[in-house]
């Protein structure tokens, strides 16, 4: 059973903020990291039930990038709703 993956805004913007920080270092890895990000939404359309974190809130670690996805699943409607692209050496505190 495919599952829909939406993004909500607050994680979109982390996502294109995460890319223009690549962008301006290195070209090649702003694409890497954006193919990660694809995977992760592919793997999770796929098999979304990862580890919960806090209450429901689950999460999925990009590859080769210090961050991770974290997300809400809808059984229901088969809807996974990423909430946030967090950096993973962030203040722990400040997590979705």
Avoid: G, W
């Avoid at 599952?3 to 090649?28: H, T």
């Avoid at 796929?46 to 806090?54: K, L």
């Avoid at 699943?73 to 088969?78: A, F, G, I, P, S």
Wanted: hydrophobic fraction near 40%; proline fraction near 5%.
């Amino acid at each position: 059973m495919a599952y829909r993956v939406l993004v909500n805004i607050r994680a979109q913007s982390e996502i294109e903020f995460a890319f223009e920080y690549y962008q301006k270092n290195s070209p090649a890895a702003a694409i890497r990291f954006l193919e990660a990000v694809e995977s992760a939404y592919r793997v999770l359309s796929i098999n979304p039930f990862f580890q919960i974190h806090y209450r429901n809130v689950r999460a999925i670690k990009l590859k080769q990038f210090p961050y991770s996805l974290y997300f809400l699943v809808d059984e229901k409607q088969n809807r996974v709703r990423v909430l946030s692209c967090f950096h993973q050496h962030r203040n722990p505190t400040a997590r979705p």
